[in-house]
């Protein structure tokens, strides 16, 4: 055991013995897209993270976390309520596998698609739980207070689908008490993750629920116009700092004996140009498309996704189409032309606990990506300066867990901890199992 590995031993060993003593709540939140360096190095990296700082610093957090694949904020989002990979859970990616545009672009919004039990599920068991912008968490019925994450046409319309979809009267009560406007709450808005906090701390000045799970979102559309480590991505987390901090001192008030678990469901790297992967598959008669139209009309074999691709069949059992797909993806591998850094096939997809739905699954050179107009011609410039969804083993992709509470005896670093290992973890925090996780508590 290295030097390093045998303090992380050590420190979840303390935390485990502060742990059994006392239950307590759990406030978690997600950043999304927050690297664990823009906390662990905000100094040096000219940030100030008074909150950020301050919970590493006086609870424990991982240097990075190994998050799954593809490293998008669905996917991640569930296996952080749920300690299972997208195979197991079911949420597969951001959006739904749509090959013929019907579902409109829709997403993966419904927790009826989560296949196991929730740490939403457990905890309900000892008490009463809230959830503000949280992925997949419309229509959970064991979230007491939620309002879930969901848009559709980006306008003032989605207001009142919102407040429809949320608890009903607790979207109109936290707009009284916080005095914000429920349109601050709206996706890609520049006052979401301000109005989510504000809701927030209105909601801990009536309620105590046992678990509330908030996810922030800004720092993700910002980092994804500008790219990371930028003065606009800065500014943003600064920004983000203060609205955790109201919340966390919010929720102390309600709770002294909470325990915060600041987590993030992916990394961000830079990105500067598109890959047309359909074109090829258009060229080998895998994927046809109405010549008047320009729209898909039909399809063998299909990729579904950005950085990272996932390649559907038609027909997974057809071995001579899995064949015919398995030669193309090898011929495109090879070709410096497409940009891919590897492919991987059903056996190793299943290793690494990815798509159900994947007969094959292709990752990007870093600062590509698969774009989405089957139209485009083979290379173009990326609209974004940032993304995520590349394959798990990039560090660039790695993500962030911080814990403080007053049973976090021992400050430092744990070192390299799985995505998987933090829903048990919360959940035996709060005085409840979550036996479906394929992690285990961290202490």
Known sequence: MSKRMGASAAALFVLGAAFAANASPVLMISIDGLRPADVIDAKARGMTLPVLSGLSAHGAYASDVVNVIPTVTYPNHTTLITGVWPSVHGISSNTTFDPLRRNMDGWYWYAEDIKVPTLWDVAHAKGEVASIGWPVSVGARSIDFDIPEYWR???????????????????????????????????????????????????????????????????????????????????????IDGEVGRVVAAARRAEPDVTVVIVSDHGFAPVHDEVNLYRPFIDAGLITVGPATGKITGWAAMPWGGASAAIVLARPDDAALRDKVKALLSKLAADPAFHIDRVIDRAEIERRGAAKEASFYVDFDLGYEMGQDVSAPPLRKSLARGMHGWFNDHPEMHSTFIIDGPGVARRGDLGRIDMRDIAPTAAKIIGVALPTAQGRPLF
């Open 153 to 239: 046409a980006n306008n003032t319309e989605d207001v009142k689908l919102l407040r429809d979809l949320s608890t009903p009267g607790l979207t109109d009560a936290l707009a009284a008490r916080s005095g914000a406007p429920l349109s601050m709450l709206i996706e890609d808005s520049a006052t979401e993750d301000e109005g989510k906090a504000r809701y927030a701390v209105a909601l801990y000045e009536t309620k105590r629920p046992v678990l509330f799970t908030l996810h922030l979102s800004t720092l993700d559309h910002v980092q994804h116009i500008w790219g990371p480590g930028t003065p606009q991505a800065h500014a943003t987390l600064e920004t």
